[in-house]
């Protein structure tokens, strides 16, 4: 082979080496520029996860509070305000909106919540439509039929307590993801299942030993009464 065959083969060995290199760089780039931008893409979900769940918090915050304020425990006053519907003579104040107004900006995103707080956010703002819907037909028919509006107000009042459980609960498990994420959700878990069984252990006994005694008592009316 000669000088220039040498010389032609070189050059061509260099082109080949500089592509390969030059090849090489490139996908590398690619890849770290891949790579930063799933880490960027990952960075602003779990920041707007976060805005999320501390938007829906404040919201839920909000109304449980003014449902505490609301919320009759003493039976008699219950009772009270139920004979005045039924007799005419007071229509409780009830809500116009489902206080919802956040839920309703994100409802669009809310799948992209942790999984353990889609369940209680979702089920808490349906409680709150619901009770909106009833709180409409009680308006409608107190005038006009007030012995269905004083049944619905009975629901309505139940359906309130089950509201404000449920928002408490909402609450508890948003506070816990922000703070501490899965494990501190599941740390919750494990912490209220120890005291169901705890209080499973403590009652139970008690209630078999009245069971035993119905029981007892039945068999030993000759009558089986």
């Known amino acids: 082979m000669d000088l220039r ?19 090489g760089v490139v996908a590398a780039g690619w890849f770290w520029t891949h790579a930063l931008s799933r880490r960027r893409d990952r960075q602003l979900r779990e920041e707007r996860v976060g805005d999320i769940q501390r938007a829906l918090l404040a919201e839920i915050r909000a109304h449980v509070a003014a449902l505490e304020g609301q919320t009759l425990d003493d039976p008699d006053a219950r009772e009270a305000m139920v004979a005045r519907l039924a007799q005419g003579r007071h229509v409780p104040i009830l809500p116009h909106d489902a206080n919802d107004r956040i839920f309703r900006a994100i409802v669009e995103e809310v799948h992209i919540l942790p999984e353990w707080a889609i369940d209680p956010v979702v089920r808490y703002y349906r409680l709150l439509a619901v009770r909106s819907a009833l709180a409409q037909d009680i308006r409608a028919n107190a005038k006009d039929q007030p012995e269905r509006a004083t049944e619905m107000f009975r629901d309505y009042l139940t359906l309130n307590d089950e509201t404000l459980m449920t928002g408490r609960r909402a609450m508890i498990i948003l506070t816990a993801s922000l703070e501490g994420g899965r494990e501190a959700v599941e740390a919750l878990a494990a912490a209220a299942r120890q005291r169901e069984a705890a209080r499973i252990a403590a009652t139970l006994p008690g209630e078999l030993a009245r069971l035993r005694a119905g029981l007892n008592t039945r068999s030993s009316d000759p009558r089986g009464r």
């Open 5 to 23: 065959g040498l010389f032609l083969n070189d050059r061509v060995a260099a082109a080949l080496v500089t592509a390969l290199v030059g090849g």
